[in-house]
């Protein structure tokens, strides 16, 4: 039987940008965004949008928000980005408008073939439409789409496509009931 053999492996295909750039990014980013002081949310959207970031009007990232690449990210208006959110976006991520990404939930866009021995990396986007409500410490897959106004709840992973105006929840996440919004 074939075992794991971390040794070979080889992500040298993935240049998700040049050195230097990711280097400053991660500087200004522990400065600006990864930070428990509370720079107005106007600073940090601008600090990303210097990256490449998509960044809509009146977004606000709360404090000590882990984003690896900026440029990969797109947010929509009037979105909000919860306390300790981690947005591992190896690849792109897209969030729509008026969504809300709760505190320490986690935007997962990279994994491994662990059914290869060199355990190759695997990068799916993510998409979050519109009114899509990510609860606290709950996760999103590499891949998932996150139907208009669907709801993760508290905790809960999303492997597959939440359907819209639905709440999900457990791991992995089920559909619980509609989402009714008086």
């Keep these: 039987m074939a075992k794991t053999n971390l040794s070979k492996y080889n992500n040298s295909w993935y240049r998700p940008g040049s050195k230097a750039k990711i280097l400053l990014w991660?500087?200004?980013?522990?400065?600006?965004?990864?930070?428990?002081?509370?720079?107005?949310?106007?600073?940090?959207r601008s600090v990303l949008r210097l990256f490449g970031a998509k960044i809509g009007q009146r977004v606000v990232?709360?404090?000590?928000?882990l984003i690896k690449y900026p440029?990969?990210?797109?947010?929509?208006?009037?979105?909000?980005?919860?306390e300790n959110v981690w947005i591992d976006n190896l690849a792109p991520v897209t969030i729509g408008a008026n969504c809300c990404l709760s505190q320490g939930s986690m935007l997962l866009t990279g994994n491994h073939n662990f059914n290869k021995s060199t355990f190759d990396l695997i990068l799916k986007p993510i998409i979050i439409e519109d009114g899509g409500w990510i609860g606290a410490r709950s996760t999103v897959c590499p891949g998932v789409i996150v139907g208009s106004h669907a709801v993760l709840s508290v905790g809960s992973v999303a492997t597959k496509n939440l359907e819209p105006n639905v709440v999900y929840q457990g791991n992995p996440a089920i559909n619980k009931?509609?989402?009714?919004?008086?």
């Design 61 to 65: 990232f709360k404090q000590r928000v």
């Design 26 to 44: 991660y500087v200004l980013s522990r400065i600006f965004i990864d930070t428990s002081l509370p720079f107005p949310y106007g600073l940090k």
């Design 71 to 82: 440029w990969y990210l797109e947010v929509g208006d009037e979105t909000w980005i919860g």
């Design 177 to 182: 009931s509609e989402r009714q919004i008086n």
